[in-house]
């Protein structure tokens, strides 16, 4: 069983950055590649970024590449989101998921475990 928390998120303006965070509970961390989704008011929840569980490998959606980076510390069973240069779509509830290492999956189906998600809001 995993637990994941993540949090970092609040209003920033466009522009801004901010890092999230996400703990996991979990005996062996490292058994894991990990994700971050996020789901906008209306729209259905869509991937952001994966890491390897090694953290040698990262891939992310078109609309963030470039602005957002994925990184980890397996000693600490954390993963983070750097984000940058903020825009007003990138506004929604970010959430952090844990799948088995193996394949790779930009798909919610593809990871067994989720947090329950923190807000981020991107005023213009």
């Known amino acids: 069983q995993v637990h994941l928390t993540e949090s970092g998120g609040r209003l920033v303006q466009v522009g801004g950055s901010l890092k999230l965070s996400c703990t996991a509970s979990?005996?062996?961390?490292?058994?894991?590649?990990m994700a971050w989704f996020r789901q906008a008011p209306g729209k259905e929840r869509e991937f952001v970024g994966l890491i390897s569980w090694s953290g040698r490998t990262t891939d992310y959606t078109d609309s963030v590449k470039g602005r957002f980076a994925m990184s980890r510390d397996n000693a600490k069973s954390t993963v983070w989101l750097q984000m940058n240069n903020l825009k007003p779509e990138d506004t929604a509830l970010y959430y952090c998921?844990?799948?088995?290492?193996?394949?790779?999956?930009?798909?919610?189906?593809?990871?067994?475990?989720w947090g329950q998600g923190t807000q981020v809001t991107v005023s213009s």
């Open positions: 979990v005996d062996t961390f490292t058994a894991y590649n």
């Open positions: 998921a844990a799948a088995p290492t193996g394949e790779y999956y930009y798909t919610q189906s593809g990871y067994d475990y």
